[in-house]
């Protein structure tokens, strides 16, 4: 019962498959002749045993004999036993009696109905094995309807110990999808592989069979079974062979599903039906349903192939294996003497000439000397060994080149095996190539051909990496004589170092400082690679934010060296670099600003330690306010701020500071001159900081020694390196607005001349200078003005005067 548990499990699977193939029909291939008078006048068993040669088999007493044949078909024949009783005893035959030789099952049920047709399929098939050979055991598996046929077939090659099955139905491949053909394939790959010789009739409508584009049946066209043709066979009046032609209504041509098998010649790349041919196109007498019938088709043909089949099996007295190749191989070497040579007829599109064809395949057989030559031929086979390495056949053990002699078709079971020579040298078996081809240390197969078959074995030496990434080793047995790449990844990161690669030895050598290196195996040999442990080490910030960073410069070892180099790393909170164990750290960053505020780090050199420690500073921004001395606003160019050792420049008035904390106003460059101030502010909530700076304005008056007014003299002050210059009123003052608070020098130009006064330091003062003739004239100039001025008052007075006494 376990046993059935896996076939039920496919069955199911299968079911659906076939459930939707039944739909479009199973054909029978066969066809039913006119009787003349109710009398069967075509061939006779008898006729087919002389024409194809079985008679001499018979004398030798290879008549099927000890051997099992399955013949699957669908829904049976109610009357079978009464209808092979009454041909037994009408051509002499042995009796086929149900129960002893004759096996009948019904593995999915009972038919519920009995067509005519399979009734006479099932009478031709039984008859037609049983009249060829006679000793042989039938097993008919009888499906209980056409859509259970393929489950039938899988039932058949699992349960019934035949070695030989015989399927006369089948249906066009343009019937099935790609999926289902290989699904329902898998069954006939299976019989393959045990040794099951499948012959399937290839059809009865020829070439098209009925319809417009030409394809084949299936499963006919699977690479794994026999494919039978037909012929139409002419024989004397004593059954003797007379000649034969190519049946017009043979199915053959080329698969749309399968490619060409290996054994088949290089016509096509696809799979070619039939494989061979029997008599299909001149009727054989059957007893049918209760009388006697002329019925002709591949479905005669198949079965008699099947009935060959067991006289090879006999003669070679067990499983001759797959016998296509066989077939194809034979008829290369010696094909007229085993095949009968067919020349001429047609299925509609392809012809029969001699040559394997699309009609009659190889031919059809001459059964004697085709099962002599099967069972006489002796192959040569030469088990190439050069290294010596251990392999057995048939269970004898080898460990050289040897040359062993088989019989055809004789099963040759190969095992090859791996050895451990020393602890580090090995023969490990890497395949069979030549007649076997195969990567697996096990072949079984049928002989066939003389050939070598390479043993390919493979010396191995072990490999030792040690501390390959730091920490593992690891070991492999390599081919000898191939390449190795010795390699490494030049770092290494663990949890809280890093491994720095310094180079590899071999053999405990010269260390290697290079990154890959190339050599071919040629014995064992160990690599240990050289690390240094270059620590981790974790920046921590204190009083940051998301999103900070800072500079790192340190030490850290070079690959491939025993050098360390600087370098520079940026990193953020829990950032990490790997450095060298004695290495110092520079950290520096500039100011960044992050959602509205500035955060800025004194620069710090610490020596090495596994976790180091940035203390940031927030800070706000604030506008600074310049006021001169007379409170008005100054814009100074730029100017200098300090806080906590860090001095600034600032080039606008805004500036960054932490909360509460006291600044230095430290130098401010106003007018090209430099203010040193030093005047320290404290930051609060507010957002305006007021910095009054010694800038004033400054107030000059001009006058002559006499103490007479300049009008319009020039007047430059010089504070550093910065000029003002302006002129006098007719006061002789002039006033210079916000000037830098410092010492500083004038020059006046009055009259033609130039007065100079240095280290000047009042914020407003009167100047003298001496005038000359100039002060002189203006004197009597203004003496004349004003006598000028008097006589005319004089004169205007006496005129009004005059006026009035007349």
Known sequence: MQKRIPLLILIMLLLSVSITHASKGINLNFQEAPLQNQVCNYLTPQDLQTAYNFLPLYNLSINGNGQSIAIVVAHGDPNLQQDVNAFDSYYGLNALTNGSNLVIEEPFGSPNSYPINWTYETALDVEMTHSLAPNARIYLIIAPNDSWLFQTVNYTINNVPADTISLSWGSSELDYSQQSINYLNSIFQSAQSKGINIFVASGDTGAYNSYNTPNVNFPASSPNVIAVGGTTLSVYSNGDYKSEVGWNGSGGGQSQFFTRPAFQPDISSYRMVPDVAFDAGTPVCVYANSDWTALYGTSLAAPSWAAIDSLINQNLHGEEGYLNSHLYNLFNSVGSLIFNNITSGCNDLYCADGEYNEVTGLGSP?????????????????????????????????????????????????????????????????????????????????????????????????????????????????????????????????????????????????????????????????????????????????????????????????????????????????????????????????????????????????????????????????????????????????????????????????????????????????????????????????????????????????????????????????????????????????????????????????????????????????????????????????????????????????????????
């Open 366 to 806: 001459k059964v004697y000397p085709l099962v002599e030559a099967l069972s006489n031929t002796t192959y040569e086979v030469y088990f190439n060994d050069p290294v010596s390495g251990v392999f057995s056949v048939n269970g004898k053990n080898y460990s050289k080149s040897t040359t062993l002699k088989f019989a055809f078709g004789e099963k040759i079971n190969i095992a090859a095996y791996s050895q451990n020579i020393s602890s580090d040298k090995r023969i490990l078996f890497t395949s069979m190539s030549g007649i076997v081809n195969t990567r697996n240390n096990t072949a079984s197969f049928f002989i066939n051909q003389s050939g070598t078959i390479n043993m390919n074995f493979s010396v191995y030496f072990l490999v030792n990496e040690y501390d390959y990434n730091g920490i593992n080793s690891k070991s492999a047995y390599i081919r000898n004589g191939s390449t190795l790449t010795i390699s490494a990844q030049k770092l290494e990161n663990y949890s809280q170092y890093q491994e720095v690669l310094l180079g590899f030895s071999i053999d405990n050598g010269t260390l290697l400082q290079i990154p890959d290196y190339t050599i071919q195996v040629l014995s064992p040999f160990n690599v240990s690679f050289s690390w240094s442990k270059d620590p981790k080490v974790t920046f921590e910030f204190l009083n940051g934010t998301a999103g900070l960073s800072a500079n790192v410069s340190y030490y850290r070892t070079v690959p491939l060296s025993k050098t360390i180099q600087k370098v520079y790393s940026r990193v953020s909170n829990g950032g990490y670099v790997y450095s060298s164990n004695n290495s110092r750290f520079y950290v520096y960053a500039s100011p960044q600003i992050i959602t509205g505020n500035r955060y800025i780090t004194l620069n710090l050199t610490s020596k090495f330690q596994s976790t180091i420690t940035v203390n940031f500073i927030k800070e706000y921004n604030y506008t600074i306010n310049f006021l001169s001395k007379q409170g008005a606003v100054i814009r100074p160019s730029y100017f200098y701020m300090s806080f906590e050792n860090i001095t600034e420049i600032y080039q606008n008035y805004y500036i960054w500071a932490p909360r509460n904390s006291v600044i230095t106003i430290r130098n401010v460059s106003y007018d090209n001159t430099n203010l040193n101030i030093n005047q320290t502010v404290k930051t609060n909530s507010e957002n305006d900081l007021n910095v009054t700076i010694p800038v004033s304005n400054i107030n000059i008056r001009v006058v002559t020694i006499l103490g007479i007014p300049v009008v319009g003299a020039g007047v430059t002050i010089n504070i550093d390196n910065a000029s003002f210059k302006n002129y006098t009123n007719v006061l002789g003052s002039v006033t210079f607005i916000n000037l830098p608070q410092k010492t500083y020098n004038a020059t006046i130009t009055a009259y033609n001349s130039k007065f100079f006064f240095n280290n000047l330091n009042a914020l407003s003062g009167t100047l003298s200078i001496t005038a000359g003739l100039y002060e002189l004239y203006i004197i009597i100039g203004t003496i004349m003005v004003i006598l000028v001025i008097l006589l005319l008052v004089e004169r205007i007075r006496h005129r009004k005067y005059g006026k009035k006494h007349k």
